[in-house]
């Protein structure tokens, strides 16, 4: 079956626009997690998605959002982008239970200028 | 708060050495799940293993084992025989039981295979 797949791969931004990834989970998985791996800090987790509703959330500003839609596909939102939003943003994706296994995809890489 | 360490940033070993990765990881919480996942310059995390914290019990598959022992709060990843392909980013983390799916992610440890 078709893995997670998220959308664009590589976006280079400015400073202070936004900016819109995407993500496609495996069919039938209804949870969507959201991370972020810089050489800094890490990976870190932005927030999680499970039937259109956030069920989790990290320690990040308000700046980054995200959504989830009817068909699990979520999307996440950065606004007023700073050049510390450099960084692999990747997605994960899970049947959603008690722990299943989470299954990521290759990242949008951000280059923020 | 919950936090995973892995001191060894970077370990480069020759094909066919037997490798481990350490991992330290500090919870509050009784029951909680421990993972290891692979990241190939793809970017990718490739799922390994999961461990929950009621079952002590090593694993072993094929050229891989861990060892989980909860007295030390550790659950190490060892390579046997390793090979070029191994060679990746490798991540130990932690979540509670929750059922919700959020990672505490390691800082990762590089292995380098050389032939």
């Known amino acids: 079956k078709a893995g997670v797949t998220q959308t664009p791969r590589y976006l280079i931004k400015t400073r202070g626009q936004q900016v819109t990834l995407s993500c496609s989970p495996i069919?039938?998985?209804?949870?969507v997690s959201w991370y972020q791996q810089t050489p800094g800090q890490g990976l870190q987790f932005l927030f999680e998605?499970?039937?259109?509703?956030?069920?989790n959330k990290g320690n990040f500003p308000g700046r980054f959002s995200g959504r989830q839609f009817s068909n699990s596909r979520s999307e996440m939102n950065v606004s007023t982008l700073e050049l510390g939003d450099s960084a692999l943003y990747l997605c994960?994706?899970?049947?959603?239970?008690?722990?299943?296994?989470?299954?990521f995809g290759q990242g949008t890489r951000l280059t923020v200028v | 708060a919950q936090k995973v360490t892995q001191a060894q940033t970077e370990i480069s070993v020759v094909e066919k050495e037997d490798v481990t990765l350490d991992c330290v990881y500090e919870?509050?919480?009784?029951?909680?799940?421990l993972f290891w996942y692979k990241q190939p310059p793809s970017g990718e995390l490739v799922f390994l293993i999961r461990?929950?914290?009621?079952?002590?019990q090593n694993e072993i598959s094929g050229r891989y084992s861990w060892n989980f022992q909860k007295s030390t709060s550790s659950f190490n990843f060892t390579i046997t025989a390793s090979q070029v392909v191994d060679s990746a980013v490798y991540f130990c983390?932690?979540?509670?039981?929750?059922?919700?799916?959020?990672?505490?992610f390691g800082q990762g440890t590089r292995l380098t295979i050389n032939p």
């Open positions: 994960a994706s899970s049947l959603g239970g008690e722990w299943t296994e989470a299954f």
């Open positions: 069919s039938g998985h209804r949870s």
């Open positions: 998605y499970f039937s259109e509703t956030q069920r």
């Open positions: 919870t509050r919480d009784t029951t909680y799940y």
């Open positions: 461990r929950n914290s009621f079952d002590e």
């Open positions: 983390a932690l979540s509670d039981w929750g059922g919700a799916q959020k990672l505490v």
